[in-house]
């Protein structure tokens, strides 16, 4: 069993940013990639950021790639997603997730976090 909580979330201007963190409680952490996922009001959830366990392979989706960078601690059980050059359109609720059933970028994973509002005003 694993169970995510993550946090970081909050209110900013364009071009600033936040970093957010998902704490991971549960063996399977430090052996299972997880992901961060975004979902804004009236559409479907999208794939931001992938990791594998060992933190060797990482994984940015088109629409945060060159501004955000996904890393974890293991030590610290804990995933982070730190966000730069934030947008107007990157306000949505970004959600951590563990243990991918199929594709990393696919939202099937077996264990979601409850998510974090983000939200960028211009």
């Known amino acids: 069993q694993v169970q995510l909580v993550e946090s970081g979330g909050g209110s900013v201007q364009a071009g600033g940013s936040l970093r957010l963190s998902c704490a991971a409680s549960g063996r399977a952490f430090i052996t299972t990639t997880m992901g961060w996922f975004r979902q804004a009001p009236g559409k479907e959830r999208e794939f931001v950021a992938a990791i594998r366990w060992s933190g060797a392979n990482k994984y940015i989706g088109d629409s945060a790639e060159g501004r955000f960078t996904i890393f974890r601690e293991n030590a610290k059980n804990t995933l982070y997603l730190q966000m730069n050059s934030l947008k107007p359109e990157d306000t949505a609720a970004y959600y951590c997730?563990?243990?991918?059933?199929?594709?990393?970028?696919?939202?099937?994973?077996?264990?979601w976090g409850q998510g974090t509002q983000v939200t960028v005003s211009s």
């Open positions: 997730a563990a243990v991918p059933r199929s594709d990393y970028k696919s939202p099937v994973y077996d264990y």
